[in-house]
């Protein structure tokens, strides 16, 4: 195994890991369910302050909802029976998203093993468990050939190789296929660090991403920076995490200052709105 495989192979499994052992959280805060999602959403609106946690919790489902519908929208609305891959699929609800909304045919694609259960689990509650298949895999490796008409990453790219990614994806894409990306870009060096190792992602800026989908075959069609309209999740997000905090007991809080989840989440906001770093939907098309 070379050197750049090893450390590949190293980084897959740190991710899964980290995403293992925020399961029973993502469930909680993100829950019940079925369609859970854990990626930024949208906020038009600044939201009102004060309000309870179910009410934030389901401004910020809402929000997740919003970020999948505006993809599909750039993505064309796939047509129904279409078959879908979605990579790292998470708990599952982009890909139920797409069964659900679209009538498309997902393949929920993960490399969590826990997750494989809670996705089929919460297809079967959703009513689509015939349309959605999972399967437990690296994203480099899923078998087949010109057999999807589109591809989804959401927020799932930043933790791939791109060269090597983009490669695959045009090779499992029909002719005329779309991959359609949402994700966070690197738009100021200083903060690539911090994101990676918090997130144990490899994030990419937007020129990094064109070069890389040119030297593969993929066309761009679309790339819409849309960090404006993603500050006011984080509002809302930090807004929930204060209102679990004041639920503990004052014992368990006495001495401790922000947690390290409320303190990302101030940089992530901070970040989207100094240029420090983007947040943006990318459309790439296999050519006919």
Known sequence: MSAEALRQERAGTEVTAYYEAKTEGILQRYGPGPRVHYHIGLVDDTPPPGLPPAALRTL????????????ALDAGMPRRDSHVLDVGCGLGGSSLYWASVHRARVTALTNVPSH????????AVEGVADRVNTVLCDALELPGRECFDLVVAVESSCYLPRRAWFRR??????????????????????LAGPFDQYWRAKIG??????????????????????????????????????????MLPRSSLEGLGRSESQRQHLRLQQAFLDGGLHYAMMILRRPD
Not at 60 to 71: A, C, D, G, N
Not at 116 to 123: D, K
Not at 176 to 182: D, E, F, S, T
């Open 60 to 71: 910020i489902h809402e929000s997740q909802e919003l970020t999948m519908r505006e993809l």
């Open 116 to 123: 494989v259960s809670w996705v089929n689990q919460f297809a």
């Open 169 to 190: 994806v045009y090779s499992l894409l029909r002719p005329g296929g779309i991959l359609a990306i949402a994700d966070c870009f690197l738009g100021r060096p200083d």
């Open 205 to 246: 800026t937007v020129e990094e991403y064109f070069r890389a989908a040119a030297a593969e075959g993929l066309e761009l069609e679309l790339h819409q920076d849309i960090s404006g309209r993603a500050v006011n999740f984080w509002t809302l997000t930090l807004d929930l995490l204060a209102r679990e905090r004041a």
